[in-house]
């Protein structure tokens, strides 16, 4: 069993940053691709970004490409989402999500073994 949990939501105003942390125990960290996914109230959980078990291969959605990083700290078994520019468009509650082996697609939610709970990111304009 892998336990994730997301911290760092909050509220900002349009332009600023913020950066969620998604801690991981159970299991070896070093072995799942990790994700990150929004959620904005009444719509679907939409993907945000990827990366690869080793941190060498992300991918990001179009609207968060260029403001949005993803990176991993193996050592602390934390994954991070970096998110500037923010906009009003970008509030929602962000899930990050655990992928085990054998990988599947990483832009698809049902590709996903473990999710953390959520932290909830406001965006004013």
């Known amino acids: 069993q892998v336990y994730l949990v997301e911290s760092g939501g909050g509220l900002v105003q349009a332009g600023g940053s913020l950066r969620l942390s998604c801690a991981a125990s159970g299991g070896t960290f070093t072995d799942y691709a990790m994700g990150w996914f929004r959620q904005a109230p009444g719509k679907d959980r939409d993907f945000i970004a990827t990366?690869?078990?080793?941190?060498?291969?992300?991918s990001y959605a179009d609207s968060v490409a260029g403001r949005f990083t993803i990176s991993r700290a193996n050592a602390k078994n934390t994954v991070f989402l970096h998110m500037n520019n923010l906009k009003p468009e970008d509030t929602g509650v962000y899930f990050c999500?655990?992928?085990?082996?054998?990988?599947?697609?990483?832009?698809?939610?049902?590709?996903?073994?473990?999710w953390g709970q959520g932290t909830q990111v406001t965006v004013s304009s």
């Open positions: 990366i690869s078990y080793n941190g060498v291969t992300t």
């Open positions: 999500a655990a992928d085990v082996p054998p990988y599947n697609n990483p832009i698809d939610r049902g590709s996903y073994d473990y």
